[in-house]
């Protein structure tokens, strides 16, 4: 099976790039540790191994958003929108999009889900395709370089540290936001100040 695979791709060079741009449909984290394996294996051109993923994993991921998106126009998912635990979930999807999509890039079994909520409560489509692209590119970066670094079974073990990942992360993000919003009120007059201080309460 494995040989009569390579050869097809030394017949047709460009198979191995068109496959690892379906596969990602089939199973995200599966795609990227193979293309991170064959460019480590030389099996193709890592640049464009790299494209060839990204893309793959981008159109994978936008697809999901928009199953949501299509979800919220039936009746029943109307009325299953205004109750008021989804709204709660609602707000914490759209409040919380970008450091909620770096957390899930990295912990297999919450991406559908997400991706799928973030169509269904309508997320900002552009803010949601970047942090999709953004969280890509850093998952697909971190895999390249573990197995082009340290082969296979370090690649493979990455899998293990992927959350942890996630959490710092985060946690970054988080800080960047807190340093923002702490600058943004140091620059406000005390009488808006105040005033957004009257209005959140």
Not at 38 to 60: F, Q, W
Not at 134 to 143: E, G, M, W
Not at 152 to 168: D, H
Request: with cysteine; glycine share 6%; hydrophobic share 55%.
């Amino acid at each position: 099976m494995l040989e009569s695979l390579l050869s097809f791709f030394e017949v047709y060079p460009w198979g191995i790039y068109v496959c690892f741009l379906i596969l990602p449909f089939v199973q995200e984290d599966a795609a990227v540790i193979g293309a991170a394996a064959a460019s480590a294996h030389g099996l193709g051109e890592p640049a464009l191994l790299v494209i060839s993923i990204l893309a793959g994993l981008t159109a994978s991921d936008l697809w999901k958003y928009w199953a949501g998106r299509a979800a919220i126009s039936h009746q029943w998912a109307k009325k299953y929108a205004a109750k008021p635990s989804v709204k709660r979930a609602r707000d914490g999807v759209v409040n919380h999009l970008a450091s909620s999509l770096m957390v899930v890039r990295f912990v297999p079994g919450t991406r559908i889900p997400f991706y799928v909520a973030a169509g269904f409560f309508k997320a900002p489509f552009p803010k949601f395709s970047f942090y999709v692209m953004l969280s890509a590119f850093v998952y697909v970066a971190i895999t390249f370089v573990l197995f082009h670094a340290f082969g296979e079974i370090a690649g493979e073990r990455a899998k293990a540290i992927l959350p942890i990942i996630a959490v710092t992360l985060v946690v970054v993000l988080i800080g960047v936001q807190y340093v923002r919003r702490k600058r943004a009120n140091a620059n406000m007059d005390p009488e808006e100040a105040e005033e957004k201080g009257a209005s959140s309460n």
